[in-house]
């Protein structure tokens, strides 16, 4: 693990954008090692001791905190969490005030989610700590993304050829862009569908194929992705009424039956059931939706791992 650390460049993830493959894949192999150490007894290992995470969390979350909260006790950092409602940012202070304080005192790194799209680019060009984008607004969600490649690699032993399919609320959505870059970039062949409200053209730039027929995004796909419609983030109305959504775009067993018979069913939550896909679904044992909870930790933990050690930490 000692050359992984020696190589890696990066003091920030923000987005996987700009990402290249080997740094992909070098995350996957990482997060390998972390999931050995979550297979033991004592799943913990005192690689971050002396270090400090802090979670700045500006929107809510039930997974992502709690899985970079855990991925951090695990490699004895400590980790403080930070959660909007308990803060002065609810009093008037600025995004800027509220980090600087924060960096104050002395964090090595900053996993911030804001609903800011480029919240933690904007930040990292004004700390000096390392910070991790535990989602923007609609830009990028880096980790979810990282962790549904880990899930499927691990599901179907590779990525590149595989037809998968990302359903629902695109235009909003940062885990469909982080995942545009990510699965793309490892040789996926991308199938993204919705509403044509909820589906922007330009997105056919990425080699992706367009569809807003729900029936022709699945046929035939190894993965199936469907997505949160994100009404915390329209500001008018993208579809006639939930219902509507649910009876056009909603995921039910007889449409996923046109997928191959060993396709996968992902999610990153939180679900709406009955809105994007029925309860028989969700449950089903081709839903890997719990299996990508798991894989977070593991992949966080790599992140936390590769950002603490990096070559950077002499800057
Ligand atoms: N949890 C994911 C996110 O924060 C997906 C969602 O909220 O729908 O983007």
Not at 129 to 136: F, R, V
Not at 284 to 302: D, H, K, P, T, Y
Request: proline share 3%; charged share 25%; with cysteine.
């Amino acid at each position: 693990m000692e050359n992984e650390r020696m190589n890696w460049k990066r003091k920030h993830i923000l987005g996987l954008s700009d990402f290249m493959p080997y740094e992909i894949e070098f995350v996957m192999d990482t997060a390998r090692s972390m999931e050995e150490v979550l297979s033991r007894d004592i799943k913990k290992v005192p690689t971050l001791r002396g270090k400090t995470v802090v979670n700045l969390f500006f929107e809510p979350s039930t997974r992502t905190r709690t899985s970079f909260e855990i991925a951090g006790k695990r490699l004895s950092a400590d980790v403080v969490n930070f959660s909007y409602s308990g803060s002065s940012q609810s009093k008037g202070e600025t995004l800027l005030d509220t980090a600087r304080n924060i960096e104050a005192m002395k964090p090595g790194i900053l996993v911030m989610r804001h609903n800011a799209s480029g919240a933690a680019q904007f930040l990292s060009q004004r700390l000096s700590c390392s910070i991790i984008n535990a989602g923007d607004g609609s830009n990028e969600h880096p980790s979810q993304a990282l962790l549904d490649l880990y899930t499927i690699l691990k599901a179907k032993g590779k990525v590149a050829g595989l037809e998968i399919a990302i359903i629902g609320d695109i235009l909003h959505s940062r885990v469909a862009r982080s995942n545009l870059y990510c699965l793309g970039k490892m040789g996926a062949k991308l199938r993204l569908c919705g509403p044509a409200t909820l589906l922007p053209r330009e997105m056919s730039r990425t080699g992706a194929t367009l569809t807003n027929d729900l029936r022709e995004a699945v046929k035939g796909a190894d993965v199936v992705i469907m997505l949160r419609v994100q009404l915390e983030r329209q500001k008018s109305a993208f579809f006639p009424s939930v219902r509507e959504y649910s009876r056009v775009y909603g995921l039910n067993e007889d449409i996923f039956s046109l997928a191959k018979d060993d396709a996968i069913l992902m999610h990153p939550g939180p679900i709406n059931r009955g809105v994007e896909l029925t309860n028989e679904l969700a449950d089903c044992s081709r839903s890997l939706i719990l299996n990508q909870v798991e894989s977070g930790v593991a992949v966080r933990m790599a992140l936390l791992y590769l950002m603490a050690g990096g070559a950077h930490a002499a800057d």
